[in-house]
T-cell receptor, first 117, second 113 residues
């Protein structure tokens, strides 16, 4: 149980375009999902906390107008990188936690490799 | 506030040798501790977690970790390394509430045949 699906796994886009990344909890409901960014050979940096039915909470230094997060249902959160630039190229990972337990643990998606050319 | 320190960004062991990856934490409340493994271009897979039950936690793939409050440590071990264990390992801490995980900087494990 507790499977998180992230799509796409890899995307290449042109500079100035927008890219949407989906994070779905397949077999549980998640009121909270997290979006991370991972730089090469670096740890995960939390970008934002996505809450179902409310606005996302962004970490300091993360542009909310640049990285749009929508958590419209208990099983889906999306991250849209708007007007992407080469410096946005990175590995993005989402995670989610079942709503029915305080701390079952966090399940991670398989990640999305974004390359902006 | 929580934080995690992983000593050694890169650890090399011979196949069949003991694996020891170090993790020390800082937490103002009783911590929840996790070890995750990441293979290239993939997400994170949970190896094991400590959530205030038994201090010796057994995980998948033969890994285990011991929570030592006096040492604020949660080191990951495996008696005998396998080639397939080569990956990046992350230690993480949470307060068990609604907050996210705080990750260490990761340790890359190389297994030498």
């Amino acid at each position: 149980g507790a499977v998180v699906s992230q799509h796409p796994s890899r995307v290449i886009c042109k500079s100035g375009t927008s890219v949407k990344i989906e994070c779905r909890s397949l077999d549980f409901q998640a009121t909270t999902m997290f979006w991370y960014r991972q730089f090469p050979k670096k740890s995960l940096m939390l970008m934002a906390t996505s809450n179902e039915g409310s606005k996302a909470t962004y970490e300091q230094g993360v542009e909310k107008d640049k990285f749009l997060i929508n958590h419209a249902s208990l099983t889906l959160s999306t991250l849209t990188v708007t007007s992407a630039h080469p410096e946005d190229s990175s590995f993005y990972i989402c995670s989610a936690r079942p709503r029915w337990t305080k701390h079952y643990g966090y399940t991670f998606g398989s990640g999305t490799r974004l390359t902006v050319v | 506030a929580q934080s995690v320190t992983q000593l050694g960004s890169h650890v090399s062991v011979s196949e069949g040798a003991l694996v020891l990856l170090r993790c020390n934490y800082s937490s103002s409340v009783p911590p929840y501790l996790f070890w995750y493994v990441q293979y290239p271009n993939q997400g994170l897979q949970l190896l094991l977690k400590y959530t205030s039950a038994a201090t010796l936690v057994k995980g998948i793939n033969g890994f285990e970790a011991e929570f030592k409050k006096s040492e604020t440590s949660f080191h990951l071990t495996k008696p005998s390394a396998h080639m397939s264990d080569a990956a990046e390992y992350f230690c993480a801490v949470s307060d068990g509430g609604a907050n996210n995980l705080f990750f260490g900087t990761g340790t890359r494990l190389t297994v030498i045949p």
